[in-house]
């Protein structure tokens, strides 16, 4: 049967002493916090508006701590406000400025797939190659697609209309077709508001 070590113990003391004692003075530090809020905003004749600054970084640190202790220790607004803040916050790092008028240029990726799919089916005009490129997920004009067909000096085949199922078209090029789609959480990292990938992809040959 194993004895007892007296050194082990004293020191298992030593450490729950110590984090007593660390306790006790945070929750003095926080009460005497708490007593120099409230004797401000009782002074105030009414809250002062808060910065963008200030919002931000009381809803960062509010939105890691549970509803229930927020509601006990929430001074300047009230819950719903630090979540709405939370909200915003989020929604602002996804808002972006557009960088002028007008379409972006064709992905160079896209344009290789339309440059394919023409010279590996002659028989596919614009409309068809237009469609095929909207079932993969990728939606491109007819336009665009006679653009990079005359760009690469490719003559559009006679517009015809097609009777070839999804599950035909799949099984004819399965071994060039990946399915690929994300999903994204955010969450925050050293105080920053960052965004995490869940990235998967799927060979429809394999």
Known sequence: MPTANPASDDLAIL????????????????AFLDAQLRALMAALPRIPRLG???CRRIAELAHRIERARLDACARIVTVDTLR??????????????HHGPGRPPIA???EQQIVTMARENPGWG??????RLKLLGLPVSRATV?????RNG??????RTHDDSWERFLAAHAHQIAAIDFTTVECFDRGDLTTQYC???IHHDT
């Open 126 to 131: 614009v409309r068809g190659i237009s469609q």
């Open 146 to 150: 006679r653009r990079v067909l005359r």
């Open 199 to 201: 990235l998967f992809a």
């Open 15 to 30: 450490i729950l002493g110590c984090a007593a004692w660390m306790n006790r003075d945070l929750e003095r530090v926080v």
């Open 154 to 159: 490719i003559d559009p085949a006679p517009m």
């Open 52 to 54: 963008r600054e200030a």
């Open 84 to 97: 709405r803040w939370y909200r915003v916050l989020v929604a602002r790092k996804w808002t972006h400025r």
């Open 108 to 110: 160079p990726e896209i």
